[in-house]
């Protein structure tokens, strides 16, 4: 049955125009072409210009959003807005103290993620909250197997991103999207849209705090297509911390370490060359 291809889409396609536009473009025809399910934006944006209004709309008016992640993707100033519009649901409930797992989970019911062909895949999904990570995605040439998957969650989503949230809410959304976007991309300084309401974490670890680790890495890595960098200043903290417990812990037992700062580059072989000869480390 034909569709009136003026009305609101059911579904729509994210993508980067120069690594996935064959296969959007498949699964959009799969859907039914202009007269289907899928929204699919052909209109090239260039950098410093205003994100159409139209696009905003298919966005918040969509029940689900497919998104075809890869290296390009998550260098894209416009499909990181994109995605972090179809986030936005999800934004609102953990902000929320009192919003429940389950909650939580169904506010991601409506993303759909397509994998690139080659390598990075588990990289990339380290840019989504932690139920998108844990779930098995379709490649982004496998369009049958897409299809089903959409066709299984228009049964299940019954409501549109927008309607997922306040009226008020959902404006401010897109008038973020439209005001953000018609400024020149990349910035040098990101303010993250998130609010700092933190929960207390469990002790000293980092238990049950997956959804807010994403919120800061998102914002502070992902929305600004800077995924190795923050990957390298992460790594660098962790070996940092690492370093600094093992100093502690070998200070209480009587053997002296060099300061944490010269750690990375020769801290660590003095370590082990005191642990050797030093007897107060095998007693403690």
Same mark, same amino acid.
């Given at each position: 049955?034909? @569709?009136? #291809?003026? %009305? /609101?889409k059911?579904?729509? =396609?994210?993508?980067?125009?120069?690594s +996935?536009?064959?296969?959007?473009? !498949?699964?959009?025809?799969?859907?039914?072409g202009?007269?289907?399910?899928?929204?699919?934006?052909?209109?090239?944006?260039?950098?410093?210009?205003?994100?159409?209004?139209?696009?905003?709309?298919?966005?918040?008016?969509?029940?689900?959003?497919?998104?075809?992640?890869?290296?390009?993707?998550?260098?894209?100033?416009?499909c990181l807005?994109?995605? @972090?519009? #179809?986030? %936005? /649901?999800?934004?609102?409930? =953990?902000?929320?103290?009192?919003?429940? +797992?389950v909650?939580?989970?169904r !506010?991601?019911?409506?993303?759909v993620v397509?994998?690139?062909?080659?390598?990075?895949g588990?990289?990339?999904?380290?840019?989504?909250?932690?139920?998108?990570?844990?779930?098995?995605?379709?490649?982004?040439?496998?369009?049958?197997?897409?299809?089903k998957?959409?066709?299984?969650?228009?049964?299940?989503?019954n409501?549109?991103i927008?309607?997922?949230?306040?009226?008020?809410?959902?404006?401010?959304i897109?008038?973020?999207?439209l005001v953000?976007t018609?400024?020149?991309p990349?910035?040098?300084?990101?303010?993250?849209?998130?609010?700092?309401?933190l929960?207390p974490?469990?002790?000293?670890?980092?238990?049950?705090?997956a959804?807010?680790?994403?919120?800061i890495?998102f914002?502070?890595?992902t929305l600004?297509g800077?995924?190795?960098?923050t990957?390298a200043?992460?790594?660098?903290?962790?070996?940092?911390?690492?370093?600094?417990?093992?100093?502690?812990?070998?200070?209480?037992?009587?053997?002296?370490?060099?300061?944490?700062t010269?750690?990375?580059s020769?801290?660590?072989?003095?370590?082990?060359?005191?642990?050797?000869?030093?007897?107060?480390?095998?007693?403690?």
């Amino acid at each position: 049955m034909k @569709r009136d #291809a003026s %009305a /609101p889409k059911q579904v729509f =396609i994210s993508y980067a125009r120069k690594s +996935a536009n064959e296969q959007a473009k !498949a699964l959009y025809e799969a859907l039914g072409g202009n007269e289907g399910l899928a929204y699919l934006d052909t209109q090239k944006i260039e950098d410093g210009d205003r994100f159409p209004t139209q696009l905003a709309n298919a966005i918040l008016t969509a029940r689900l959003f497919v998104a075809f992640v890869d290296d390009s993707y998550f260098r894209s100033w416009f499909c990181l807005r994109e995605l @972090r519009t #179809a986030l %936005a /649901p999800f934004d609102r409930l =953990i902000c929320s103290p009192a919003s429940q +797992a389950v909650q939580k989970d169904r !506010a991601l019911d409506h993303l759909v993620v397509a994998m690139p062909e080659f390598g990075g895949g588990s990289a990339l999904l380290e840019n989504l909250p932690a139920t998108l990570r844990n779930t098995h995605w379709p490649k982004a040439s496998d369009t049958e197997r897409l299809v089903k998957l959409i066709h299984r969650g228009l049964q299940t989503v019954n409501v549109s991103i927008g309607d997922h949230l306040l009226s008020n809410d959902a404006e401010a959304i897109r008038e973020l999207l439209l005001v953000e976007t018609s400024l020149p991309p990349p910035r040098q300084l990101v303010k993250p849209h998130f609010p700092g309401n933190l929960t207390p974490s469990l002790q000293e670890r980092f238990v049950g705090r997956a959804d807010d680790l994403f919120r800061i890495h998102f914002a502070l890595s992902t929305l600004r297509g800077e995924p190795a960098r923050t990957a390298a200043i992460s790594g660098a903290v962790e070996v940092a911390a690492a370093l600094a417990k093992l100093a502690w812990r070998l200070s209480t037992c009587g053997v002296s370490v060099p300061p944490t700062t010269q750690a990375a580059s020769s801290g660590l072989p003095q370590i082990k060359e005191r642990l050797a000869s030093n007897s107060n480390f095998m007693a403690c």
